[in-house]
């Protein structure tokens, strides 16, 4: 198996690059700049797609508080069974106002 390398200033650029990057723990789902801009709502809704493997989170007038850029949402992982860690990148959805997080690839 070859060896992949990595250098402390990939991690670094992703956010840079002004593309809306979430990070996920057991507890919490935390966005960039850039994804807490382009969601700019005070709640979301979250939601799981168990065929695409992704999580949206769209704005909603009630649902998940956004504080600090931090979604906690340890009920949200516990009830669709996930357990995550990582930097995921997110693509914007304008049609749908939110944000969708594909868990297939970590950054």
């Not at 990595?6 to 990057?21: I, S």
Request: glycine letters at 4%; aromatic letters at 10%.
């Amino acid at each position: 198996m070859p060896f992949e390398v990595f250098l402390p200033e990939q991690e670094a650029a992703l956010f840079r690059r002004k593309q809306p990057v979430v990070a996920i723990s057991k507890n919490s789902i935390r966005l960039n700049k850039t994804a807490y801009e382009k969601l700019s709502a005070e709640s979301v809704e979250l939601a799981y797609d168990r065929d695409g493997n992704a999580i949206r989170v769209r704005r909603a007038d009630s649902g998940f508080k956004i504080q600090n850029k931090k979604i906690t949402s340890k009920g949200f992982f516990k009830h669709f069974g996930l357990s995550l860690n990582g930097k995921f990148l997110a693509r914007y959805s304008e049609e749908e106002s939110s944000l969708v997080i594909s868990l297939n690839n970590t950054k």
